[in-house]
């Protein structure tokens, strides 16, 4: 699972070529381009209590393994998420609870999409949490009309002051107006870590998370938090949504 399955299977080829795990003990340093010296040297360890397999046997193993742990990666949860009545008939969880556990449970970076954002004081307390645990905090909301947007609330410099190491971004007026129509950022989504998607009706205010009817689905593992993540990367570096540059 710590590797990449192109390396375990290029390990896995130069392992069947050898005679046995004497060999691969006097090789062993010509393999370290493949894979990490730790990870080599608990490799040895493990054969050497084992030595009797020989190199095609490992050389099988090693290979299922990495199919393995990628099929594992790659499986999928999908769960409803609900505000509003509800009933006993149907399990599902609440929108506020679930957009705090994605926050709270983030460990490298965080991407949230909103039309429009207030009143919504336990997501900045966990969006604070998440960046003094070094979590990359990113956001993208629409802009006031002043700017170019359809709202009058100033969600972007709101957070900003209550935020202000997360990163905040615009979608650019260049890019969001065709046939005289504007678009507008309409999207509601977070993204943690490229393994969990929230994907949601829920704009990011008290009444959404809290009140109103809003339906959603919460995504972990798979193909779709990753995607999400690559897409909003693209977007970003492309230069279809642009990072504001706070004036002090």
Known sequence: ????????????????????????????????????PKNLDDFERAWFNHSTITPKEIAVAIKASSVTAGMVEKRQSIDMVWTGPSTTMVPSRRTEQVFLEVLQQAKSDVFIVSFVAYKVERVIVAL?????????????????????????????????KHLPQANFYFWSSEDKEEDGYIGSVHAKCVVADAKVAFITSANLTSAALERNMELGVLI?????????????????????????????
């Open 128 to 160: 604070k949490e998440a960046i003094d645990r070094g979590v990359k905090v990113s956001i993208l909301f629409e802009s006031t009309k002043s700017h170019g947007g359809k709202i009058d609330i100033d969600s972007l410099g709101s957070f900003s």
């Open 220 to 248: 972990e593992g798979g193909n779709v938090p990753d995607r999400l993540h690559r897409h909003f990367q693209a977007l970003a570096a492309t230069g279809v949504i642009e990072k504001i540059q706070w004036t002090l």
């Open 1 to 36: 699972m710590e590797v990449h399955p192109d390396s375990v299977f290029a390990l896995a080829e130069r392992l069947a070529t050898l005679e046995s795990f004497e060999r691969f003990q006097e090789r062993k340093r010509t393999f370290e381009h493949l894979v990490e």
